[in-house]
């Protein structure tokens, strides 16, 4: 399956979820693109790259 940051960007605007992370979470100044909906800056994003609600292959299967 691929896993782009375009898919990820894909995914979360298709994610009734996605929960931006928030300043307080460390983004302030760094280089992310925090304006773009994408599972990379979702709360619901894990360390391992994995979505703690299990959506993003359900979204995935979805949208492709
Ligand atoms: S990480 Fe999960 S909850 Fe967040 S936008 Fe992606 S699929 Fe949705």
């Given at each position: 399956?691929?896993s782009?940051?375009?898919?990820?960007?894909?995914?979360?605007?298709?994610?009734?979820?996605?929960?931006?992370?928030?300043?307080e979470?460390?983004?302030?100044?760094?280089?992310?693109?925090c304006?773009?909906?994408?599972?990379?800056?979702c709360?619901?994003?894990?360390?391992?790259?994995?979505?703690?609600?299990?959506?993003?292959?359900q979204?995935?299967?979805?949208?492709?």
């Open positions: 399956m691929k782009s940051k375009k898919t990820y960007q894909e995914v979360a605007e298709a994610c009734s979820k996605y929960q931006p992370v928030s300043e979470y460390g983004f302030k100044n760094s280089s992310c693109e304006n773009t909906p994408s599972c990379l800056n709360t619901h994003f894990t360390d391992q790259e994995h979505c703690d609600l299990d959506l993003y292959d979204i995935v299967e979805r949208i492709k």
